[in-house]
RNA sequence: GCGAGCGUAGCUCAGUCGGUUAGAGCGCUGGUUUGUGGUACCAGAGGUCGUGGGUUCAAUUCCCAUCGCUCGCCCCA
């Protein structure tokens, strides 16, 4: 077998995967500062569940067992393809059990047939915060998913994120004030204009769904308001006038309001936004690294009110947004936009003198892990010129060369040379060189 | 599903208008330096030129097919 990638599944080098693990943790720290609940969920689904929602040609990946009997009829699996469909019906599953407001984060990797490109994978982790609620939930969930946007993305090292807010109710009320029957082909249009333009939005939208030009004047119009709380007016503006319209925007200005404290340009209302409408009926966010648009959103996701479907008279609405994790990565790492201070944990080399000393060596390490000092012992009584070296490739900042059996000895900087004595139960490497860090090189 | 580009050393690539032993840089191993690295110099290892077929005296090179990777489009849950 030849040795090759397998398109759409990165992998990434150790160095490459302590970025991704000090973002992970990070994320999960902030959501967890926000009040939110730790769930993990199985990689499979019954496949009649993933096909469900939606449209049916979903790139789904089908799990066969080979040993499998050829008539065997058991439930057909299949790997997940976002968190919310397995979440819904995980919280279906255990809504005797649960608390509500449920708010629960979930981070894991998923699962799309489609074809790679850049920033888009076949495997890849999502990071979803969700709040589903019994019967209701509150709009202030909908007012604290950009400030827990802007709080997670800028606890990383990226550039600052732009929250783009839409709703739902404000493009589907407008579309029905302006007299249109489906507005299903309006949205799938108005979503390309920041690919296509302005005007062949505008000869989309009479050509493809066969609006009139008075209409597809507005429609245009709309989907281009961008910018703070003035937006609500210029929507007002444009002389359409339905009840579902005048509700989202009422909604819209709730969660721009909350948002005020945040640095301006933060979040901005984008009534061009008009992704995922399959399920969402509300609220719908997107987040762009700001310099860095082109690679897409990172973060999206929006209001449902209708996808838990208990099959009884219970109601369980949502709101949530998923993180986009290696989308996010891919493309930051080809830029080297994104890099770890070294390529392992290891803050100290303890040097192995001879073979004879190597408990002694041992002895020093294990007292600088009591102390939570990430160390490792070179392997064999090599030349100490090679140790050293083998240090300066992994990035280790720091050599040990032993004294005694007490923990006396020496401890060398190798990036600056300096070389002081040490005693292995009180040196300390400065916070900052205890573990690897993320940078973002200027 | 549609389209484009690319497959030569571990990596990034050059090259052969078809011709004897296929190259560079980086990386790797060793040495100069016999127990304190990075620089410099020297030496060395490492390739069925993606795979299959065709044309030819001769194919890594030309042609066809195929597989793979990358990037777009569609789609984006």
Same mark, same amino acid.
């Given at each position: 077998?030849?040795?090759?990638?397998?398109?759409?599944?990165?992998?990434?080098?150790? #160095?490459?995967?302590?970025?991704?693990?000090?973002?992970?943790?990070?994320?999960?720290?902030?959501?967890?500062?926000?009040?939110?609940?730790?769930?993990?969920?199985?990689?499979?689904?019954?496949?009649?569940?993933?096909?469900?929602?939606?449209?049916?040609?979903?790139?789904?990946?089908?799990?066969?067992?080979?040993?499998?009997?050829?008539?065997?009829?058991?439930?057909?699996?299949?790997?997940?393809?976002?968190?919310?469909?397995?979440?819904?019906?995980?919280?279906?599953?255990?809504?005797?059990?649960?608390?509500?407001?449920?708010?629960?984060?979930?981070?894991?990797?998923?699962?799309?047939?489609?074809?790679?490109?850049?920033?888009?994978?076949?495997?890849?982790?999502?990071?979803?915060?969700?709040?589903?609620?019994?019967?209701?939930?509150?709009?202030?969930?909908?007012?604290?998913?950009?400030?827990?946007?802007?709080?997670?993305?800028?606890?990383?090292?990226?550039?600052?994120?732009?929250?783009? =807010?839409?709703?739902?109710?404000?493009?589907?009320?407008?579309?029905?004030?302006?007299?249109?029957?489906?507005?299903?082909?309006?949205?799938?249009?108005?979503?390309?204009?920041?690919?296509?333009?302005?005007?062949?939005?505008?000869?989309?939208?009479?050509?493809?769904?066969?609006?009139?030009?008075?209409?597809?004047?507005?429609?245009?119009?709309?989907?281009?308001?961008?910018?703070?709380?003035? =937006?609500?007016?210029?929507?007002?503006?444009?002389? =359409?006038?339905?009840?579902?319209?005048?509700?989202?925007?009422?909604?819209?200005?709730?969660?721009?309001?909350?948002?005020?404290?945040?640095?301006?340009?933060?979040?901005?209302?984008?009534?061009?936004?008009?992704?995922?409408?399959?399920?969402?009926?509300?609220?719908?966010? #997107?987040?762009?690294?700001?310099?860095?648009?082109?690679?897409?959103?990172?973060?999206?996701?929006?209001?449902?009110?209708?996808?838990?479907?208990?099959?009884?008279?219970?109601?369980?609405?949502?709101?949530?947004?998923?993180?986009?994790?290696?989308?996010?990565?891919?493309?930051?790492?080809?830029?080297?936009?994104?890099?770890?201070?070294?390529?392992?944990?290891?803050?100290?080399?303890?040097?192995?003198?001879? #073979?004879?000393?190597?408990?002694?060596?041992?002895?020093?390490?294990?007292?600088?892990?009591?102390?939570?000092?990430?160390?490792?012992?070179?392997?064999?009584?090599?030349?100490?010129?090679?140790?050293?070296?083998?240090?300066?490739?992994?990035?280790?900042?720091?050599?040990?060369?032993?004294?005694?059996?007490?923990?006396?000895?020496?401890?060398?900087?190798?990036?600056?040379?300096?070389?002081?004595?040490?005693?292995?139960?009180?040196?300390?490497?400065?916070?900052?060189?205890?573990?690897?860090?993320?940078?973002?090189?200027?």
């Amino acid at each position: 077998m030849k040795i090759r990638p397998i398109s759409g599944f990165p992998e990434w080098l150790p #160095e490459q995967r302590i970025v991704e693990q000090a973002l992970l943790d990070q994320v999960r720290r902030n959501f967890e500062l926000f009040g939110f609940r730790p769930v993990q969920t199985r990689a499979v689904e019954e496949l009649d569940r993933l096909a469900h929602k939606g449209s049916t040609d979903k790139e789904i990946y089908a799990i066969r067992r080979l040993h499998a009997d050829p008539d065997e009829t058991d439930d057909k699996l299949g790997l997940h393809f976002d968190l919310t469909v397995p979440f819904a019906r995980y919280t279906l599953e255990n809504r005797g059990q649960l608390v509500f407001p449920f708010k629960r984060y979930q981070i894991q990797k998923v699962w799309r047939g489609e074809r790679p490109q850049e920033g888009r994978y076949r495997e890849f982790y999502q990071a979803d915060i969700d709040v589903i609620g019994q019967d209701s939930l509150p709009l202030c969930f909908d007012a604290e998913m950009p400030l827990l946007i802007h709080a997670v993305t800028s606890s990383l090292p990226l550039p600052p994120v732009r929250v783009h =807010v839409g709703h739902r109710k404000v493009l589907e009320g407008f579309y029905r004030g302006v007299g249109l029957p489906d507005i299903t082909p309006v949205l799938r249009i108005v979503d390309k204009l920041a690919k296509i333009g302005p005007d062949e939005v505008r000869a989309s939208l009479v050509s493809e769904a066969g609006l009139g030009p008075d209409q597809a004047e507005r429609c245009l119009a709309l989907s281009q308001l961008r910018g703070g709380l003035e =937006v609500i007016e210029q929507v007002r503006a444009l002389g =359409v006038e339905h009840e579902l319209l005048e509700t989202g925007l009422g909604e819209l200005h709730e969660v721009l309001s909350a948002a005020a404290e945040l640095p301006p340009g933060s979040v901005v209302a984008d009534l061009g936004i008009a992704r995922g409408f399959d399920y969402y009926t509300g609220t719908v966010y #997107e987040a762009f690294l700001q310099g860095l648009e082109s690679i897409g959103a990172v973060c999206s996701g929006g209001r449902y009110d209708n996808l838990a479907d208990a099959g009884d008279a219970a109601r369980f609405p949502g709101v949530g947004v998923s993180l986009g994790i290696t989308r996010l990565l891919g493309p930051l790492f080809r830029r080297d936009a994104l890099v770890a201070t070294r390529r392992t944990p290891t803050c100290v080399l303890v040097a192995l003198d001879k #073979e004879q000393t190597r408990s002694r060596s041992q002895g020093v390490a294990a007292r600088l892990r009591a102390r939570g000092i990430p160390t490792e012992v070179f392997h064999a009584a090599h030349k100490y010129g090679k140790q050293i070296k083998y240090a300066d490739k992994l990035g280790i900042p720091f050599v040990w060369f032993c004294g005694d059996d007490e923990g006396n000895g020496q401890i060398r900087d190798i990036r600056s040379g300096e070389q002081v004595e040490a005693h292995a139960d009180q040196w300390e490497p400065t916070p900052d060189d205890r573990w690897p860090r993320v940078e973002r090189p200027s």
